[in-house]
């Protein structure tokens, strides 16, 4: 607790909160962000379980990226938002939750990663995702959904 | 009584209003739709602009159905949303303008798919997207992404 007492009284909270148009700024990129993220991780997704095959596996798990891009705008935003409301978030239900999510879809996309880096069987040029490979696209859109909801949901504890 | 005041008097705009998890619920699914109909459309809009020139441009229309899903999602949302309190959003600019570039994204849509989700006939080369094209793929970006920040700023922009 003293810790994000700490934080909610460092230099740059100070900044956010006596700057008006800082805070809804952050909130703003933190949904453009959004909609590349989980926008992008849908589509590679969606693709590996076998929706619009004429695109080719290989194009759409090149998206990442964008993914990537996405991302970093949300790990930047997300964490201004964090120290300008620290005690808020700290103590918050759904703000855990949703990083709990957050860090269980990272080690599944890591997963993910590591499939298609260690493949020995090309599946992706060969545009066949073993069984497994599928069972991590299906976690990883139900876990960036579940990320999606409990952040929406900080706000209504 | 107005309309909008009409609306919110509603059982169903007062429900989604007072509900604990009616209004959380639709700001969930509004977020999953904006999502869906970002990732397709925006795919699309960049290939059309030379990005992942790998992909079949044709092709492309395939993840149309991902847009619609997305696209419905939010309509329903929206108007639920809009529902528990309607006289608010109607007289917000920052909403009329969300509803005008939301509107103008629609019409760059249907131009586009048009234009390039048409199948050439067997054996003609495939579209290259000429600088019209590609003019109005730049633009519907600009339009979905600058309707993200209206709707977001509904909360603090008049």
């Not at chain 1, 194009?59 to 705008?73: D, E, N, Y």
């Not at chain 2, 604990?20 to 509004?30: D, K, N, R, S, V």
């Not at chain 2, 994204?105 to 586009?112: D, P, Q, T």
Request: glycine share 8%.
């Amino acid at each position: 607790m003293e810790f994000l007492v700490w934080l909610e009284h460092t230099a740059i909270a100070n900044a956010i909160r006596t700057t008006p148009w800082m805070y809804p700024t952050f909130e703003t990129l933190h949904y453009v962000g959004l909609s590349m993220l989980v926008g992008g991780i849908m589509l590679i997704d969606l693709r590996v379980l076998g929706f619009a095959r004429q695109l080719s596996l290989k194009s759409m798990i090149g998206l990442l990226p964008f993914v990537w891009v996405g991302f970093i705008i949300n790990a930047t935003t997300g964490s201004l938002l964090f120290i300008y409301g620290a005690t808020g978030f700290g103590t918050n239900k759904a703000f855990y939750l949703k990083m709990t999510f957050m860090v269980i879809a990272g080690l599944n996309a890591l997963a993910f990663d590591l499939a298609v880096r260690r493949a020995t069987l090309d599946w992706v040029s060969a545009d066949r995702p073993p069984p497994y490979v599928k069972v991590f696209a299906t976690l990883s859109f139900a876990l960036w959904l579940c990320v999606v909801t409990t952040g929406r949901w900080m706000a209504y504890r | 009584m107005g309309f909008l005041e009409w609306l919110e008097q509603t059982d169903f705009g007062t429900w989604v209003g007072e509900s604990l998890w009616a209004y959380p619920f639709f700001e969930t699914m509004h977020t999953i739709g904006m999502a869906m109909v970002i990732g397709s459309l925006g795919l699309i809009n960049l290939r059309v602009l030379g990005y992942k020139s790998d992909l079949p441009i044709f092709a492309t229309h395939k993840l149309l159905p991902l847009a619609w899903i997305g696209f419905t999602m939010n309509l329903v949302s929206g108007l639920s949303l809009f529902a528990s309190d309607a006289q608010h959003f109607w007289n917000s600019y920052t909403f009329r303008l969300k509803m005008v570039l939301i509107i103008l994204g629609g019409i760059n849509a249907a131009i586009l798919s048009r234009r390039v989700f048409q199948e050439p006939p067997a054996g003609a080369p495939p579209v290259v997207p000429t600088g019209g094209l590609k003019w109005i793929a730049a633009s519907s970006l600009v339009f979905w992404f600058g309707a993200i920040c209206a709707g977001r700023l509904i909360a603090y922009l008049p």
